[in-house]
């Protein structure tokens, strides 16, 4: 325990120093959160036109029914930004995963550190948690905040149920850390064949790609994020968490990173 | 007692052969230099002995720790500077030592106090707290020796410890290596630099793949050479050759110019004789000295007379 924790201290010692990362870290969790709130709140605002307030055609599902015009638009906006926080994991922990990682190459620190008596299981835990902690912690921040802003601008009891739905609690407190973990193990993946941080993340943008499908099925108003749907998202994520985190410690054997590592 | 014993180490990479059968003791308190081209598997050796990569095949012991079985006593118990420096560039000169010595089991006051110890030791300490990534070449080389030492080992392994360092810098390295050998600690050294392998070697391997020769500087010498003895005379020595064959105990003879280079088994004993027998056919001695071969010498011989053997199998 004692490694992981000094190997975890080093490496957020290095993040803090790094203005661009800290950058790409907490720009994305601050418009992710501001933007959906400000949308929110605008969208609220409208209400005083009495047209809006009374019940008007419903978008299908059994979420919006009964909905007045204007707690339908503000629900349907708000589900929208939500998704967002399924998105938020995964960037950061790969934006932190490839620093970390593609930074021990670039700065050849990787034999020393191997040379030392630490277990490659206690690295792979550390720089793991070292983009796994912060990316959490950021995401559920920020969600933490869009929860309360939502409270706070929507119009009814009903709109915000809507937007923080069950579905939604499933994605932004299960969701999170298993997309994180499986974010990082591809990252791992994609760091022994790259030498710049800059490629790693631009091939980690494949990860992010079934997530848009998401994103385009709520716009759609196919309900994706339902509660049936993501517990068994839930399940499926765990299942390729474990494979993934095998596959990384694969890829990161002392014998394989100084030998097949680019 | 020897630190460091390997019985036909091999290791391969696919059908490539990089270090093949190497048998090796090498003493306490023993400044071993490992020589040989670049290419030659001296990396992939070093690799092998400090635990991290495993062996083909074959067995070594490193401080009474069996390659294989206990690697992370032998990584506890060895210091290795790599090829290249590899240092935190965002951390300072201090908070680079600090960490590494918690790594190799340095509690945390202790590793305060040797980071302090190395950095003062090696004229670092006014830049302890500068970020390593400003230093020089020199600065950063020096930093890696330090973080070497920092968890005390008995067995360090210095891969090209004076590389790019300037004449000061390099000398403080030497003197360096001399104090840790005099402390009884083995080093095991790979160097280009064959004046600095003749300075500092108690022993000598030289390495192509397999182990070509390993011995004192001196017995590599004579070995190969034999000792000779150079005679400056007045006027050519061609004429004077002769005399020096027919005595029995040379073994070879040449001439240039004033001088004749005889090849002798004792040359302590046999000068005097040697130079009676030349002033008494009329050869007027200037004066009489040692040949001696360089190490580069005993080294070319060797690595000429040996094709690189990794084998395509």
Redesign the interface.
Known sequence: M??IL??LQ?EW??IR??RGLMLGVLLPPLLFTLIPLGIIYLSGSLVSNGSLSSPGKSFPGPTFAGMTTAEQGQAVLGSQFSIFYVLLPVIITSIIASYSIVGEKT?????????????TWELLLSKCLAALIPGLMVTWVSGTLFVIGTAAFAISGRVFSAIVSPGWLVVFLLWTPLLGTVAIAAMLAISSRVNDPRSAQQLSVWIIVPFFAMFFGELAGLQVLGLGFTLSVVVLLLVLAVLSIWGASRLFQ??VI??RWK | MNTIETHKLTRKFGNLVAVDNLTLSIPEGTVFGFLGPNGAGKTTTVRMLTALIAPTSGTANVIGHELGTDNRSIRRSVGILTETPGLYDRLSAEQNLIFFARLYDVPAQLAQEQAERYLRMLELWERRSDRVGGFSKGMRQKLAIARALLHEPRVIFLDEPTAGLDPEAARTVRDFIKELRSEGRTIFLTTHNLPEADELCDLIGVFRTQLLRVDTPVNLRTGLFGRGTQVRVVGNASGWASTARSLSFVRQVTSQDDSLLVTLDNPDEQNPQLVQALVTVGAQIRFVEPIAHSLEEVYLELIEDEPATSVQN
């Open positions: 004692d490694k000094v190997i080093k010692l290095e120093q790094q700065s050849k620190t990787l034999e020393p550190l191997l040379a030392t008596p630490v277990r002392r014998e100084l030998t």
